[in-house]
């Protein structure tokens, strides 16, 4: 199985700051037909996970612009120009590419300093 | 509006089974993938199973296999999951969402596994 790994897990980030989550994956994610299918979720405080971003860098509709990914290979990363308070939650990358199973990385809890 | 809308979640004694059902609307679910993702307390999402849009292709996670069925009925255009030999690990919220690539998910039901 693939595995996924985020870094940092826990991200204190002060309101209108920049933040920026890791995600590196154990082999590659670019699939046989060219695309690499790497998604970033955020899941609110007593909400769903909702998907943000797939494959690397298209951001799903109705995710704002301030939410950028970007990446290639095996190393990602899922960037916030500027931090609000409605950001405050855990961020999770997942791969598609290598299924089954789809696998998950750890998280990253992002909070308000 | 696009709305995925779980049911059938609740207390189970281990060994016990359910069945989840999650109800689609606002999209034409037989040209979807669909998926069962779940997410143990304090835990991250966790992957479960997938079925293809006639229903002729499903997998799941090693640690369901034989005792976790994915199904769909397109004319209900309803999504299930038959749950049997429920273990303690098996307690998490079970969410369905639209997608190979789970572009969205419904809000869940949860599913408790205790004596």
């Known amino acids: 199985d693939v595995v996924m790994t985020q870094s940092p897990l826990s991200l204190p980030v002060t309101l209108g700051q920049p933040a920026s989550i890791s995600c590196r994956s154990s082999?590659?994610?670019?699939?046989?037909?060219?695309?690499?299918?790497l998604n970033w979720f955020q899941q609110r405080p007593g909400q769903s996970p909702r998907r943000l971003v797939n494959k690397v860098s298209n951001r799903d509709s109705g995710v704002p612009d301030k939410f950028s990914g970007s990446g290639s290979g095996t190393d990602f990363t899922l960037k916030i120009s500027r931090v609000e308070a409605e950001d405050v939650g855990v961020y999770y990358c997942?791969?598609?590419?290598?299924?089954?199973?789809?696998?998950f990385g750890q998280g990253t809890k992002l909070e308000i300093k | 509006e696009v709305q995925l809308v779980e049911s059938g979640g609740g207390l189970v004694q281990p060994g016990g089974s359910l069945r989840l059902s999650c109800a689609a609307s606002?999209?034409?679910?037989?040209?979807?993938?669909m998926s069962w993702v779940r997410q143990a307390p304090g835990q991250g999402p966790e992957w479960v199973a997938n079925i293809k849009q006639d229903g002729s292709e499903k997998y799941s996670v090693d640690s369901v296999k034989g005792r976790f069925t994915i199904s769909r009925d397109n004319a209900k255009k309803s999504l299930y999951l038959q749950m049997n030999s429920l273990r303690a690990e098996d307690t998490a919220i079970y969410y369905c969402?639209?997608?190979?690539?789970?572009?969205?998910w419904g809000q869940g039901t949860t599913v408790t596994v205790s004596s």
């Open positions: 082999q590659s994610l670019v699939y046989s037909d060219g695309n690499t299918y």
């Open positions: 997942m791969q598609g590419t290598h299924w089954p199973p789809y696998t």
């Open positions: 969402a639209r997608g190979r690539n789970m572009e969205v």
């Open positions: 606002g999209f034409t679910f037989n040209n979807y993938w």
